[in-house]
């Protein structure tokens, strides 16, 4: 069973001139896929990630996750999916300010319930995990965007989600920070399995991926998929993004 399946996924926001934002998409991420999705400003991308995390509701189509429809949950289903299927990374990490580092990733598990010594445990397994274990006991404020970033990132996989989806996780980050911030997702994909679905409009960013595929006016225009050379891809993408009048950054 693929861990999404996107059905035929309209959207359109109903106003005085109704806005088509998504037109018939239908797409398959499998388990342990890591995909990008571009696409020129207004193309649709963060629509259509909010239709996926139920943040939005679809106009019509399907959105399957792990076998359900979170579109079709009453409240509580709605409350326990989002909360254990799915992880959300932000461009602004999210992190809450009064919180300490370890703080932070621990809110999930105790939100769940999770025992206090099991929570600290599973914290600590996590932060060497990833690398972010010096950390655990500073205030946001006391740490970088690239830091912010790994931080909330721990925080989204800490439950073990289904699906991470992330939105513009690098949009703003300096060019080490994206580094450090991809080489973490690329290991949570190669080491743990963990199935993502990142919106970036940073060819460079979408090289860390498996498979790109791109939205123009709300619609799936192209699928790039990698192949041995990193470079490579990142050209392809580059060379399709700038087709569409997109914007990607130099080859790096
Ligand atoms: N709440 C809304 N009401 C009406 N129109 C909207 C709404 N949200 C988005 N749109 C429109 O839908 C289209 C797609 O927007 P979306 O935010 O998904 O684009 P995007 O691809 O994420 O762009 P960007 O790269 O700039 O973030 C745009 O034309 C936008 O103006
Ligand atoms: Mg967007």
Known sequence: MPVLQVE??????????PY????????????????????????GKSTFLNVISTIDHPTSGNVIIDGNNPH??????LAYFRRNILGFVFQDFNLIDT?????????????NGVKPAEI??????????????KLLNKRTFEISGGQAQRIAIARAVVTNPTLLLADEPTGNLDSKATRDVMELFQMLNQNQNATILMVTHDAFVASYCKRVLIIKDGRL??????GDNRQAFQQKIVDA????????????
Do not use: C
Not at 72 to 77: K, V, Y
């Open 221 to 226: 225009y192209q699928e790039i998929i990698k």
């Open 20 to 43: 088509t934002a998504l037109n018939d998409i239908s797409l398959t991420v499998e388990k342990g896929e890591f995909v990008a999705i571009m696409g020129p400003s207004g193309s």
């Open 99 to 111: 919180l300490t580092a370890e703080e932070n990733i621990m809110l999930p598990l105790t939100l």
């Open 120 to 133: 600290k445990k599973q914290t600590q397994k996590l932060a060497q995990m990833l690398s972010i274990d």
């Open 8 to 17: 035929h996924l309209s959207k359109v926001y109903e106003g005085r001139i």
């Open 72 to 77: 079709t949950m009453n409240d509580n289903q």
């Open 241 to 252: 993004m700038s087709l569409l009048g997109g914007e990607p950054r130099d080859i790096t």
